[in-house]
């Protein structure tokens, strides 16, 4: 199934399936994309991240999509487990001066795994 | 051996009073952020702190004080609580400056105020 990540939709998947939650973002400056996942009472935990001179990284059973044409990122998550279910949240880097940096969270996506 | 640690996880307290969150790392970060999550679970940074100093303030009342007495240590202290500061606050720190360009943020469990 497929979703994007905005006003907190819901994207509900079976067990096993392969999911995607996509994001899109809105400064074509930003240079680094962060995937998050926030479970229930807990903070958002880094999944995978991407630099802007890529359009395509893997991890472990997650693939990140990045297009720049369309300012738009998606988040892959191969045969789905109850664990995987949780909110995500994509996030686009911003620097500012002094070479800090900024994050900037999308709306997030809710991800919920039946069995 | 947590690395984003965050008191208390939940307060509650009245409308008015004075409240503080704290927040260490031990990851070595030179810098630090509070977020705040509303109950739609949008994130929105607050502040940033590079090695104690102020470097992001996000428009924040300034009700909102944040205090970092060393690097590993960012506090934030809430003045006159209002109805409307009922949310779940983040602490995260980052290694900025990286040569790869990236520099990823680590969160915290979050702290649960509300007020009544």
């Known amino acids: 199934g497929e979703s994007v990540g905005l006003h907190l939709p819901t994207l509900s998947v079976q067990e096993g399936d392969n999911s995607i939650i996509n994001c899109a973002y809105s400064n074509s400056a930003s240079d680094y994309f962060i995937w998050y996942k926030q479970e229930s009472g807990k903070g958002p935990q880094f999944i995978i991240d991407i630099r802007s001179n890529m359009d395509k990284r893997q991890g472990q059973r997650v693939t990140v999509l990045l297009n720049k044409t369309v300012k738009h990122l998606s988040l892959q998550i191969a045969a789905t487990q109850p664990g995987d279910s949780a909110v995500y949240f994509c996030a686009e880097n911003r620097k500012f001066s002094g070479g800090y940096n900024k994050l900037i969270f999308g709306a997030g996506t809710r991800l919920a795994v039946h069995p | 051996d947590t690395a984003v640690s965050q008191t208390p996880k939940y307060l509650v307290t009245q409308m008015g009073n004075d409240k503080s969150i704290k927040c260490e790392q031990n990851?070595?970060?030179?810098?630090m952020y509070w977020y705040k999550q509303d109950s739609k679970k949008f994130l929105k940074i607050m502040f940033s702190y590079n090695n104690k100093e102020l470097i992001i303030n996000e428009t924040v009342p300034n009700r909102f004080s944040p205090k970092s007495p060393d690097k590993a240590h960012l506090n934030l202290h809430i003045n006159s609580l209002e109805l409307g500061d009922s949310a779940v606050y983040f602490c995260a720190s980052s290694q900025p400056h990286r040569a790869d360009g990236t520099d990823t943020q680590y969160f915290g469990p979050g702290t649960r105020l509300t007020v009544l």
């Open positions: 990851l070595g970060h030179d810098t």
